[in-house]
């Protein structure tokens, strides 16, 4: 099974026993249903799904209307981009939105472009610079485990949020569909294993990169925690601050286009600690050229990286 088809999956058996919500977005029932995200979507009920035209800030406006008025909505959007059409209804409408009660769900589920060759209408792939416009609860899904817990726990909770795809897994195997790893959740972080030497952590919709990472590491014999922040916005961090105390070593991934990097937070805390061994980042470089069609490949030398650790 590919990371799209079991979204696809995930998403319609959540959708279908719902008897008060409206699924809409432009053609989310015609042509490649969204390059398969929106295939074979059924409701049941006084539930509906409506085929829209392209106007980015009224459908996110009307999203947040029916979820005033006690209604279940989920806006399913082929590009993160587009969203900026709607910075108007994010800003004023949900500001004030967060001043009230509300007991409906708002979700906005976004394509996040980082495949390639794009140009300039894809040159964001981070979902934490639209959640900081508004302090707005965004995840993002890159694996069986994630995708569960994120579209279970999220989807048609009460509030508003968005939850972020990558274009580039859509047609990949399934990531981690037959492993057996031990998993914990909270609040956005997922703790995918626990080890003694180095704590990896991943964020934006670079865990398929920082599990490839453990399992170097794994063949060279150290043992790795791995953790994943599927949230977009800062939080506590103090389950993996209490790893690096134990490991004294971390290596963080972010594959996002942007200079505003969330994991900035939790180095800072980590360096305050004192008693680390080596703090390693990777990070997607950007420079003036990455607004043009592009591979969009996130370059990593892993083995030079994994020797470093056996360098200290």
Known sequence: MTYIEFINKTIRELVL??????????????????SGLTKDLKTSGNSKIIDTPNSENTLVGAGFGLMLNGTNAIFFMKQLDFLYLGIDQLTNTYNYIKTININASFTIIPVIVDSGYEGMTASSNNLSDFCAISKIHGYTI??????KYVLNTFMISPGFRIIGLSQRLFSQPLLLENNDLAYSSNDGIVEYEKGDDLTIVSFNLSFPEAFKF?????????????????????????????????????????????????????????????????????????????YA??????????DNIVNEFFKK
């Open 142 to 147: 890159t694996n069986k485990y994630d995708a």
């Open 17 to 34: 026993p719902q008897d008060n919500i409206v699924l809409f977005g432009q053609n989310i029932t015609k042509g490649s249903c969204l």
């Open 293 to 302: 069609p592009n591979a969009n490949i996130f370059k990593i030398d892993y």
């Open 214 to 290: 453990s399992l170097k590491f794994k063949k060279k014999g150290l043992s790795a925690s791995l953790f994943s922040i599927n949230r977009s916005m800062s939080g506590d961090y103090s389950s993996i601050i209490e790893d690096v105390k134990n490991t004294k070593n971390i290596l963080v991934i972010d594959d996002s286009w942007s200079d505003n990097k969330l994991f900035n937070e939790l180095l800072i805390t980590i360096y305050e600690m004192g008693d680390i061994g080596i703090v390693k980042k990777v990070t997607r470089r950007i420079d003036e050229h990455d």
